[in-house]
């Protein structure tokens, strides 16, 4: 018995790429390179709080083009400031002059911060101490263990982002 191919493994992008390029030039996302490759494109901080949308192009072009982007309510004005760093980091990816403007819109819902499930580091018997006189006097039990989670976390500087 003789086999005339031997199979190798593929990428999976590969079979799907005939599937998803329809949807993603309706979108106008050059093959959605922008979206696959967006943490690259911009950077962690950038991607983590911003997604692309589309891309327009004015008609009969394919060079001064708006990106489109979904941003948090709080973190448009940090795109608004890093507009031309955004911008040159995308025309560098694509390797010509392919965007000149950024058009945002409030919409995009953020993964949870990692930091968030991090286990707090242990206090010391001064700082638990400290949490204890603070909300010795409140009666509501609820409340109560709530306020002693905000000060162990205070102490610990996690409520600062400093893990």
């Not at 707090?120 to 001064?126: A, G, V, Y």
Request: hydrophobic share 35%.
């Amino acid at each position: 018995m003789k086999y005339s191919k031997k199979m190798l493994p593929t990428r999976l992008g590969f079979y799907t790429q005939n599937a998803v390029k329809p949807v993603f030039k309706v979108r106008g996302l050059m093959e959605g390179k922008i979206i696959t490759h967006w943490p690259q494109i911009v950077g962690e901080k950038f991607s983590r709080l911003a997604l692309a949308e589309k891309i327009t192009f004015p008609k009969g072009k394919r060079t001064e083009g708006t990106l489109h982007l979904s941003v948090t309510s709080s973190s448009s004005l940090l795109f608004h400031y890093a507009q031309d760093l955004i911008l040159e980091r995308v025309n560098t990816f694509f390797g010509y002059r392919a965007l000149s403007k950024l058009h945002m819109s409030h919409g995009f819902a953020p993964s949870e911060d990692p930091r968030s499930n991090m286990p707090l580091s242990p206090l010391s018997q001064e700082e638990k101490e400290w949490v204890m006189i603070q909300t010795q006097s409140i009666k509501d039990t609820e409340l109560k263990i709530c306020l002693k989670k905000l000060g162990e976390a205070v102490c610990t500087n996690h409520i600062l982002g400093k893990p």
